[in-house]
């Protein structure tokens, strides 16, 4: 079982930065896949950035790639950061950090994701 708890979440100004902090409970979080999902009011959750077990491989949305940065510390912190610049107010959303135990390539749909954080509020006043 983990448990993901995301932080870093704010309101800002379009073209602010900010960087979202996502930490696993447990000592095995190497063994995951991570990635970012994003959900705003009335819509799907959508893929933002998905990052490989160590770290070498990332995976962006085409809306958010440029922008942002998925990355992860697999020693010190045992947490994955999510660093978005340049942001724009169709990326306001509730920010969701997951965990997948597949093999292969980071999962760009939801559902290969067993682990779910409440998630972060981000919102991007124009």
């Known amino acids: 079982q983990v448990q993901l708890a995301e932080s870093g979440g704010g309101l800002v100004q379009a073209g602010d930065s900010l960087r979202l902090s996502c930490a696993p409970s447990g000592r095995t979080f190497g063994r995951y896949i991570m990635g970012w999902f994003r959900q705003a009011p009335v819509k799907e959750r959508e893929f933002v950035a998905a990052i490989s077990r160590d770290g070498t491989s990332s995976y962006y949305a085409d809306s958010v790639k440029g922008r942002f940065t998925i990355s992860r510390d697999n020693v010190a912190t045992n947490t994955v950061y999510l660093q978005m610049n340049s942001l724009k107010p169709e990326d306001t959303a509730v920010y969701h950090c997951?965990?997948?135990?597949?093999?292969?390539?980071?999962?760009?749909?939801?559902?290969?994701?067993?682990?779910w954080g409440r998630g972060t509020q981000v919102a991007v006043s124009s």
């Open positions: 997951a965990a997948s135990g597949v093999g292969g390539t980071p999962p760009t749909s939801p559902g290969p994701y067993g682990f």
